[in-house]
């Protein structure tokens, strides 16, 4: 059974970072892409960022020079260091990974891990 376990959100003040975990377990994910997608109230789910493989990365416009994308292939396990957080980040987060188009959405889906810029 694929199963994808997101850890290290949290509430946060503007300005603040946080780092999210996400392991997988179940699928080889060390040959698919990974990637960090949320959801804030009332909007469409849209994607943060992607890394595949290779190492290549993908960042949407609003958080490009402010969050990393990483991961450990070994573990499984894919990361998301947010820095210099805006009220606006705020939204769940969702782990997202194995087979699937380019730069995703992939096949299989995290709980989600909730997130909150405020002061």
């Known amino acids: 059974q694929v199963q994808l376990v997101e850890s290290g959100g949290g509430l946060v003040q503007p300005g603040g970072s946080l780092r999210l975990s996400c392991a997988g377990s179940?699928?080889?994910?060390?040959?698919?892409?990974m990637g960090w997608y949320r959801q804030a109230p009332g909007k469409q789910r849209e994607l943060v960022a992607a890394?595949?493989?290779?190492?290549?990365?993908k960042y949407a416009d609003s958080v490009k020079g402010r969050f990393t994308i990483s991961r450990d292939n070994a573990k499984s396990t894919v990361y998301l260091q947010m820095n210099s957080l805006k009220p606006e980040d705020t939204a769940v987060y969702y782990c997202?990974?194995?087979?699937?188009?380019?730069?995703?959405?992939?096949?299989?889906w995290g709980q989600g891990t909730q997130v909150t810029v405020s002061s």
């Open positions: 997202n990974a194995g087979p699937g188009p380019l730069w995703g959405p992939y096949d299989y």
């Open positions: 179940g699928a080889i994910f060390n040959i698919y892409g």
């Open positions: 890394i595949r493989e290779s190492g290549t990365t």
